[in-house]
Nanobody
């Protein structure tokens, strides 16, 4: 069992930055792939980024991000981060942290076993 708690959301102006954190509790978290998803009002939840425990911690990102976001993890602290730079109003959403044991289909939210409660990010123009 893995319990995830996100933090770091808030209100920021366009062009600004935020760093989201996801604190995990549970045994053997190091063996989980972790992902970030987001859901804007009236839209489906979408993939943002993922970080695998295998393969040297390979990462993947949604193409639409244009290199503005970076996912990272600190296994010693059982924490996953999402650094978000040059934020745009269209980045406004609730951001969710998720974890899974499977090592494929990282952008498919159906593959994830555990989810946090989400943190709101609002970007003003």
């Amino acid at each position: 069992q893995v319990h995830l708690v996100e933090s770091g959301g808030g209100l920021v102006q366009a062009g600004g930055s935020l760093r989201l954190s996801c604190a995990a509790s549970g045994r053997n978290f190091i063996w989980y792939t972790t992902g970030w998803f987001r859901q804007a009002p009236g839209k489906e939840r979408e993939f943002v980024a993922a970080n695998r425990w295998s393969g040297g911690g390979s990462t993947s990102y949604a193409d639409s991000l244009e290199g503005r976001f970076t996912i990272s993890r600190d296994n010693a602290k059982n924490t996953v981060y999402l650094q978000m730079n040059n934020l745009k109003p269209e980045d406004t959403a609730v951001y969710y942290c998720a974890a899974k044991r499977a090592q494929d289909r990282d952008s498919d939210l159906r593959q994830y076993d555990y989810w946090g409660q989400g943190t709101q990010v609002t970007v003003s123009s």
